[in-house]
C-alpha cells in the first residue's frame, strides 16, 4: 500500500503558508479605523482637520458629521474612534454612558472640568487646550531668571488648577502666590498680587482672560512693571509677554500618536506633545526684557521636555 502521508503533510504546510500571508494582508485592514469627527455647529472649520488627518492615516476612514446628525452612542461599530471638538460636544458625549472611544479637542482644563466635574469617564480622553504648566514656568523662568515668585489669579472655576502648578513650579524652585479675583470689576485683587509677586502668570480661564478684562490686566501688570505670561497666543497678541502654545500640526501629531495606541492606553488628559512659542518683542522691549526669537525660545523649552 502507497503512504501518502508525507504528501499530505507537504500539502498542509502549503496550506498553512497561503493563510499566514492571508492573514498577513488582511491585518492592516483589520486594525483600520472609522475616525468620526464633531462639533456644535458649523463644521466647515474641521474640513481642513479633517483632510490633514487624513493624509496622515491613510488606513483609517475619516468622516465629518454634525453633532446634530450624530447616530446614537450606542449603536455605533466597535471600530469608530469619536473625535469631537469643543465643550458642548464634550456635555454630548456624557449624556450616554455607552459610546466608542473618545478623544475631545479644543477644551481647556477649566472647561473641561465644568462639564465632567470629579467624573472620569471610561473611553474619554481629553487633549487639554491649555499650554502645559511645566512648560509655561520653564518659559517665564528662562525669560526672567530673577523671579521667584510666581502671581496666579483665580476664580471659583479655576481654583483647582492651583494644586498642579504648585507642584511644577516646586520643581523649578519657584513658588506659587495664589490670589481669588471672583468679581473682574474689582482690580483689588490684581494689585494686591502684583505686590506680593513678581510675574504674573495667566490660567486657561475664559472668565478672567477675555477681551473686557485684557485692557485693565495687562495696564495694571505693566503700570508697576510686572510681566504676564500666557495663557495663550490670541492673549500674547493682546499684549502679554509670551506664551507656549499647539496650533493644527502640534495637534495633529499629538492625535495620531495617540491613535496608534489601543484606547484602553489612552490617558485621562494629555498635553500636545509638541509645541510652539509666541512672543511679544514691543512688550519685552517695553519691560526691558531681552526676548530671543520664538524658534530659539522653543528649542531651549524643548530640550528635557517631559510629557
Given at each position: 500500500m502507497t503512504d501518502h502521508r508525507p504528501h499530505a503533510s507537504a500539502r498542509c504546510r502549503a496550506w498553512l503558508r497561503r493563510a499566514l500571508v492571508v492573514l498577513c494582508l488582511l491585518t492592516p485592514a483589520a486594525q483600520a479605523a472609522d475616525l468620526l469627527l464633531s462639533t456644535a455647529g458649523d463644521t466647515t472649520t474641521l474640513q481642513q482637520f479633517g483632510s490633514a488627518l487624513a493624509a496622515a492615516r491613510p488606513a483609517d476612514r475619516v468622516r465629518i458629521v454634525p453633532l446634530n446628525e450624530m447616530p446614537p452612542l450606542e449603536q455605533m461599530p466597535g471600530n469608530t474612534r469619536l473625535i469631537?471638538?469643543?465643550?458642548?460636544?464634550?456635555?454630548?458625549?456624557?449624556?450616554?454612558?455607552?459610546?466608542?472611544?473618545?478623544?475631545?479637542?479644543?477644551?481647556?482644563?477649566?472647561?473641561?472640568?465644568?462639564?465632567?466635574?470629579?467624573?472620569?469617564?471610561?473611553?474619554?480622553?481629553?487633549?487639554?487646550?491649555?499650554?502645559?504648566?511645566?512648560?509655561?514656568?520653564?518659559?517665564?523662568?528662562?525669560?526672567?531668571?530673577?523671579?521667584?515668585?510666581?502671581?496666579?489669579?483665580?476664580?471659583?472655576?479655576?481654583?483647582?488648577?492651583?494644586?498642579?502648578?504648585?507642584?511644577?513650579?516646586?520643581?523649578?524652585?519657584?513658588?506659587?502666590?495664589?490670589?481669588?479675583?471672583?468679581?473682574?470689576?474689582?482690580?483689588?485683587?490684581?494689585?494686591?498680587?502684583?505686590?506680593?509677586?513678581?510675574?504674573?502668570?495667566?490660567?486657561?480661564?475664559?472668565?478672567?482672560?477675555?477681551?473686557?478684562?485684557?485692557?485693565?490686566?495687562?495696564?495694571?501688570?505693566?503700570g508697576q512693571q510686572h510681566a504676564l505670561i500666557g495663557p495663550s497666543a490670541g492673549f500674547v497678541r493682546a499684549g502679554s509677554l509670551a506664551s507656549t502654545?499647539?496650533?493644527?500640526?502640534?495637534?495633529?501629531?499629538?492625535?495620531?500618536?495617540?491613535?496608534?495606541?489601543?484606547?484602553?492606553?489612552?490617558?485621562?488628559?494629555?498635553?500636545?506633545?509638541?509645541?510652539?512659542?509666541?512672543?511679544?518683542p514691543q512688550v519685552a522691549r517695553t519691560l526691558g526684557i531681552t526676548l530671543p526669537s520664538d524658534a530659539e525660545l522653543a528649542r531651549h523649552l524643548s530640550q528635557g521636555d517631559t510629557p
Open positions: 469631537l471638538f469643543g465643550q458642548s460636544a464634550l456635555a454630548w458625549r456624557l449624556e450616554s454612558s455607552y459610546g466608542p472611544p473618545t478623544l475631545v479637542l479644543q477644551v481647556n482644563k477649566t472647561q473641561a472640568h465644568e462639564t465632567l466635574g470629579g467624573r472620569q469617564p471610561a473611553n474619554l480622553s481629553v487633549l487639554w487646550q491649555d499650554p502645559a504648566p511645566h512648560r509655561q514656568l520653564r518659559l517665564l523662568k528662562h525669560l526672567l531668571p530673577s523671579a521667584k515668585r510666581v502671581g496666579v489669579l483665580h476664580d471659583p472655576h479655576s481654583e483647582f488648577l492651583i494644586p498642579e502648578l504648585r507642584q511644577a513650579a516646586s520643581e523649578l524652585g519657584l513658588q506659587i502666590v495664589a490670589q481669588a479675583w471672583p468679581d473682574t470689576r474689582d482690580n483689588n485683587p490684581v494689585i494686591r498680587l502684583l505686590g506680593a509677586s513678581d510675574v504674573l502668570l495667566a490660567v486657561a480661564d475664559d472668565d478672567l482672560y477675555n477681551p473686557l478684562t485684557a485692557k485693565t490686566l495687562l495696564l495694571t501688570s505693566y502654545y499647539g496650533d493644527q500640526n502640534d495637534w495633529l501629531v499629538t492625535l495620531d500618536r495617540v491613535l496608534d495606541q489601543a484606547p484602553a492606553q489612552w490617558p485621562a488628559g494629555i498635553y500636545s506633545n509638541t509645541f510652539k512659542v509666541l512672543g511679544n
